[in-house]
């Protein structure tokens, strides 16, 4: 963890069982995908200052034997940066801050930056908003691909828990 996480936040994040320290600072455990979490002081009463980063993957990065035409490409990633203008929505914390959607390579990285009056509800708008990122990563998910690494994976998993939900709705008995 970086040295310059104020106390009540390193506290919280510990506490967490959805986050592990990192040489970075945070990850968070239940997403698929690489992320991090950090804070620095904030002013005035306010326990810190959060910046929450997220990697994921390209769509041409996440598709498994083919290149993805460039024109899809870009279509794919501006639908993804306008999803995730509302992103803030979801959190219980207020910034004046949009989020920062950046493209390099085969990587895209979604950075997050708010203020939190308490540490614990900064540490679970940083749980809520990676995973309402990976909801809208997983919704942009183009059907007709073969899809490899966390794209695979989220696909995998949304398969699992339908599955799951119909035998739920049998009562557990298989047709």
């Known amino acids: 963890m970086t040295d310059d996480c104020p106390a009540p936040v390193e ?37 810190g200052e959060f910046h929450v980063t997220i990697s994921l993957p390209t769509l041409d990065a996440a ?6 035409a460039d024109v899809v490409e870009d279509g794919w990633f501006e639908t ?8 803030f929505t979801v959190a219980t914390t207020s910034t004046n801050e949009e989020p920062r959607v950046e ?5 895209v ?10 540490a614990r ?7 809520t908003l990676i995973e309402y990122v990976e909801g809208t990563y997983a919704q942009g998910i183009i059907p007709g691909y073969e899809y490899r690494g966390e794209a695979a994976t989220l696909l995998e998993n949304a398969q699992t828990r339908g599955q799951e939900a119909a035998d739920g709705e049998r009562g557990g008995m298989p047709l």
């Not at 993804?80 to 992103?87: I, S």
């Not at 979604?110 to 203020?115: K, R, S, T």
């Open 11 to 47: 506290r919280a994040l510990e506490a967490h069982d959805a986050f592990e320290p990192t040489d970075e600072g945070y990850d968070l455990t239940t997403t698929v995908f690489e992320t991090t979490v950090t804070a620095t002081e904030a002013e005035g009463e306010r326990d």
């Open 109 to 118: 990285r979604v950075l997050l930056g708010y203020v939190a009056w308490n």
């Open 121 to 127: 509800e900064g540490v679970e708008d940083a749980k």
């Open 80 to 87: 993804l940066e306008r999803r995730l203008e509302d992103t």
């Open 63 to 68: 598709v498994a034997g083919e290149t993805v």
């Open 103 to 107: 493209r390099e390579g085969d990587e």
